[in-house]
């Protein structure tokens, strides 16, 4: 059998944790292992079921931008960038086109649509062109800095990718974004962008010795002082196309200008400010940060200038207005919210504004279904962005599902029998050829030679998309994770369980292979697995119990991979069970009173500790049908199963014991 399908993938992930599980919890002691394998290996003791998801597709609008009702020359910057591949679309989605249109019509927008459905794009498009549109058309009040959009996040992580993304589409590196600005007006200065939150260097007032330890990190970390000048340019390429490289006009002057405790290090050209210290000098245009320190940004002396830059900016033109973008917003519930909401109306206090000067766009992957009344959602909007319920002005924007095209071709599973997965995983030429074999069984038309990968992509799409089965994992996957044994049996519900997992193996390796002409991927699936490890081994206490299914000598009763009651069902009291890895002993896990008088009692669960005697032991379990010798300090015990009382003689007629 392959080890390259999805089902060989899931069954080899399962028996790596069950081996590295079993030989962790049981050593040496293989009657143990035997015992608990049965339900080590039923579906819910250590994994799940896995399950296929793929995104949902959307409707797309051929050269979007150009019938785009927005301001031209917000579509004469979008068309470039979409030309040059800065970001932009040429094929954009239908709610991407709607956030566009509905933003420039001044609405407050709400977008919900899926993972990887083009979100960011939402309210990155609305942001960038809206600068642009500043820069051109409004110079005066464009020269004058301060804030015009706040992205809030509720994690660094998230302003960490955003930063990565802004990098790539209008930082230093995107000389062709700068091309444009430079062309249409070279006096003017270009748009900066800054991540403010408690990573970035250096919280307080300037000082000389952090300058130069950030100096000497940004190089070290950067490769800057890599000898070798063609590994200097590979380590800057790489860390660039990851987003991971600062965005200044030229980075090692900016070095060069921190180590020598410069107050003022940037240049007018710089796409990023990466310090505290520069964005309280000179004003970002967009701001990145989380609500925690967005909240001391509004206190703090140190940072008030960059809120005075941003008053007179808001001032200088009555048409300008605070952009405020707020990512994830179905996390902001509860308290959270509560603080959120709060925070927002303290920001409009501090810019001495009324709401209708301030801009939102919220964005999340997680709001209910349409049915859900929209008047809940717009209340839940309303109170975040402390906007009157009666005013409100949000447009909501869920996105227009891609429709599959007709007609349908069927086929049996059974012609897939045959076909190499390892082949499908392996080197392009095996790849095709495996390719071409399918495309003969399923009747396509054949591959010509000279074919370049990205023809070989549209031409699977083309075929595949058209195919009854595919059409069916579709409809599906798309937007929901469904077990893999039920999309097998859905998708070839006619076919026994191994023909219909095979051939759904061989669907799942060469869908996502499929590209449209647009670059669409037909199936973009994730697996999702589920593992988790064991809470302890448990063991009753009577060795005749009633209950246990070993047949071994272990000397204990029914085994338990988790803790689940005090009691056998036998009526016996349940121990931890621990086992020394090296020999094999088990031992049952008690806590007792050392000094107290009369009967001991062996609690099996620590509880609250009442006197400093009370303490934990462990209890060795001498196996059936063998003999013990006690050595000088050991001594013999018994005990009684189902009262937990520890004797030190044997017991007589209480069979419990």
Known sequence: MSNFGVKDTIDSLHQTIYDYLTTEYFGKNDALREC?????????????????????AYKSIPQGISSCRIPTEAKKLLAYMANNNLGVYQNPYQHQIE????????KDLFISTGTGSGKTECFLWPLISSLILERSTRPNSWQQRGIRAILLYPMNALVNDQIGRLRKIIGNEAEKFHNFLE??????????????????????????????ELSEALRKSLFLNEEDPKRKEEA???LQSLGKYPSKFN?????DNLEAGLSNPTNPKDAELITRHEMQISCPDILITNYSMLDFMMVRKIEQDIWEQTKCWLEKDKRNKLLFIIDEAHKYKGSAGAEVALLIRRVLHKLGIPRSRVQFILTTASIPAKETAESELKKFACDLTSQQFEMENFEFIRGVKAELPQPLKNFSPEIFKDVSLEDLYGDVEQKELVLQKIGRLLGWKQLDKTLTPSDI???????????????????????RAISFERVANEVFPQSNS??????????????????ATDGNVLFPARLHLFFRGLNGVYACSNPNCSEHEHTNNLGIGKVFLSYRSNRCKCGALIYQLLNERSCGALFLQGFMEIDSKGDKYIWNQAGRVISEDFCEIHFYIVPKNTSFKLEKGQEHGWLNSKTGILKDFPPSTDAGE
């Open 36 to 56: 608990c394998k049965g339900e080590l290996e039923k579906e819910g003791t250590l994994f799940r079921q896995a399950y296929i998801e793929a995104n949902n």
């Open 99 to 106: 956030a566009l249109e509905a933003f420039y019509a001044g």
């Open 183 to 212: 062309r249409e007006n070279s006096s003017l200065r270009h748009p900066q962008f800054g991540m403010y939150t408690g990573r970035t260097p250096y919280p307080g007032n300037l000082k000389k010795r952090e300058q130069k």
């Open 236 to 238: 800057k390429k790489k």
């Open 251 to 255: 980075l090692e002057d900016f070095i």
């Open 457 to 479: 992509q549209n031409w699977l799409f083309e075929n595949l998309i058209h195919s009854k089965p595919c059409q069916d994992l579709l409809n599906l996957c798309r937007g």
């Open 498 to 515: 191994i023909t219909a997992q095979k051939a759904l193996e061989v669907l799942l390796a060469i869908m996502p292979m499929a590209k």
